[in-house]
């Protein structure tokens, strides 16, 4: 497998084409700079709506003015600083207590103790967790592990939070997602009013398998059971509006002290345990890490560090591959789900679990 010399994208990846130099077309792409100033263009217009939204959230007499979820990684940590210290919002912080890694928890207890910050966790019923990755795992959409878990689970704690900012009545809930998460076509700095006022999030496949109860799939948020005229909150990312530079992000927040050390703001520490399990299936099913495109397009872009991912990358493949160090979450997975590797399957088409919107 050769890699871009300019971006480090796999030549494996659907549509990448190295040249002789070893150039993917994206990097030699001659629309490139006009693609960057598009961005750059919608960036500023993201800005301009996220000030605006803020600066008349704050003037609203609430109890709180966001809520955020919360997973202790490094973006989430500058991001519950940002609203609390420069825009002086009344923040509730809401975490997801599911499979979270223990450097994860550290980060989670030390930026609430130095910002002060309301705090609420939520987790659901273990069983359903084990069942769901299960099912998951053993029927993936086409495009494979981290899409198929990532976009089931993601909905469920996202779900919550809307439901938490209803009962709560918070009229924005703000996600730390990076700019490339989730993926462009779910969310581009907000999530759309049709999914969150029309769309049933119920992933249908999980409806038709037969394998959950309604009890089960009463986890989804589903806005439709809510009354006509319900004032639904906004779902912003606000690292798609603002200037995003991960290496700075890695460093503020140790200088902030909201993580004790350079290693607790890296994203290959603070994920979650079993998505090692999920690029394990996907590096053997596809070749490649499922996240080089994501980190890829970041490098183009000048959001993250050549040099970092060009020691980290084949690092982090070399863990995952061979089960050792970080990558023994691999191992430890499987036995917590009851799994074989040989039982991680491709069965379903694209979109099988995708909330249909209307």
């Known amino acids: 497998m050769r890699h871009c010399k300019k ?9 990448v084409v190295l040249d002789a130099a070893g150039i993917c077309n994206y990097c030699a792409s001659g629309t490139q ?13 993201f800005e301009a709506d996220l000030e605006e939204t803020l600066r008349n959230c704050r003037s609203l007499d609430r109890d709180y003015h966001c809520l955020v979820p919360f997973s202790g990684g490094k973006d989430s940590c500058l991001l519950l600083y940002k609203l609390k210290v420069e825009y002086g919002l009344k923040v509730l912080a809401f975490t997801v207590n599911i499979n979270l890694p223990g450097i994860a928890y550290k ?20 069983s359903f967790l084990k069942a769901l990755f299960r099912h998951l795992l053993q029927n993936q959409e086409e495009r494979g592990a981290v899409y198929t ?30 700019p490339g998460q989730p993926e462009p076509d779910r969310m581009l700095y907000e999530f759309s009013r049709k999914l969150i006022t029309q769309t049933d999030w119920t992933p249908p496949e999980l409806k038709k398998c037969g394998s959950f109860n309604d009890a089960q799939l009463e986890y989804f948020f589903n806005p439709l059971k809510y009354p006509r005229g319900t004032d639904f909150p906004r779902y912003l990312a606000p690292f798609h509006a603002w200037s995003y ?28 345990p079993i998505n090692w399990l999920l690029m394990y299936s996907d590096l053997k099913n596809f070749g490649y890490n499922p996240y080089a495109p994501e980190f890829s397009a970041l490098i183009r872009e000048g959001k993250a560090s050549l040099t970092y991912w060009k020691i980290m990358a084949p690092f982090v493949d070399f863990m995952i591959r061979n089960k050792v160090l970080l990558g023994r979450n691999v191992s430890h997975s499987l036995k917590w789900l ?21």
């Open 149 to 178: 878990v990532s976009y089931v689970y993601a909905p469920l704690f996202e779900g919550e939070a809307i439901k938490i900012a209803l009962q709560k009545n918070i009229p924005l809930v703000l996600a730390g997602y990076s």
């Open 338 to 358: 009851g799994l074989s590797a040989d039982q991680l399957h491709i069965t379903l088409p694209r979109g099988a679990y995708d909330p249909v919107i209307l």
């Open 7 to 15: 971006c480090l994208i796999p030549d494996q990846v659907p549509e």
């Open 33 to 45: 700079h006009a693609d960057v100033e598009n961005q750059a263009r919608q960036r500023r217009a």
């Open 107 to 126: 980060n989670i207890k030390r930026t609430l103790e130095k910002l002060d910050i309301d705090h609420v966790s939520y987790s659901p019923s273990p």
């Open 245 to 272: 530079d991960q290496d700075q992000i890695m460093k503020q927040v140790v200088e902030l002290g909201l993580v004790a050390t350079s290693a607790h703001a890296s994203p290959i520490f603070s994920n979650y």
